[in-house]
């Protein structure tokens, strides 16, 4: 499932437990035929907060998310685990640079590393579409980050930072 933070989320700032919201990037439609329209509330929770201090290698930011409201006020139960993270597609020029990797970065099928971008291609491919796709596994395009397991996103830097509009791929169970 698609999702983009509607705010920054940062490590040194957070604690546990903290809510964390974002919205649905697309259109989708679940099993049962339940819609979920494209800007469809998600909401979660901080599930840990680190920032690296002197005993620490380093730095932790864990994030699950448990509800998403539909249009009409129905809550949907959800358990959202990150799958995926790239950067804000929207965002101004940052210090990351085209990922040498993004098999998962086009709308089509994509062939691995056979159709690398153009240099000159910036990450968000001018759209603002979403980056990732179902396929789409690990951190794109965030240098410094990693996805360890149970959502939790460590950073050998002081912190991990998020921006508002950064792009998740959740694995989704519905409750």
Known sequence: MP??????LDSKKLKEGDPVTGRIAADLRMKDGTAIPRGSKVTGHVTEAKARSKGDPQS????????????????L?????????????????????????????????????????PPSTPTSQQTGRPLLNAQSKGV????????????????????????????????????
């Open 140 to 175: 794109i395009g965030i240098h410094n980050l990693a996805l360890a397991e149970n959502s939790v996103l460590i950073s050998t830097g002081k912190n991990v930072s998020l921006d508002s509009g950064t792009q998740l791929m959740l694995q989704v169970e519905v409750e």
């Open 77 to 117: 139960a959800i358990k959202g685990e990150i799958q995926a993270v790239a950067s804000n597609p929207n965002a101004g020029t940052q210090d990351t640079g085209v990922p040498a990797r993004m098999p998962s970065a086009g709308e089509g099928t994509g062939a691995g590393t056979s159709m690398p971008p």
């Open 3 to 8: 999702v983009e933070l509607t705010k920054s």
């Open 60 to 75: 932790a930011l864990g994030i699950v998310f448990d509800k998403i409201s539909l249009p009409g006020g129905k809550d």
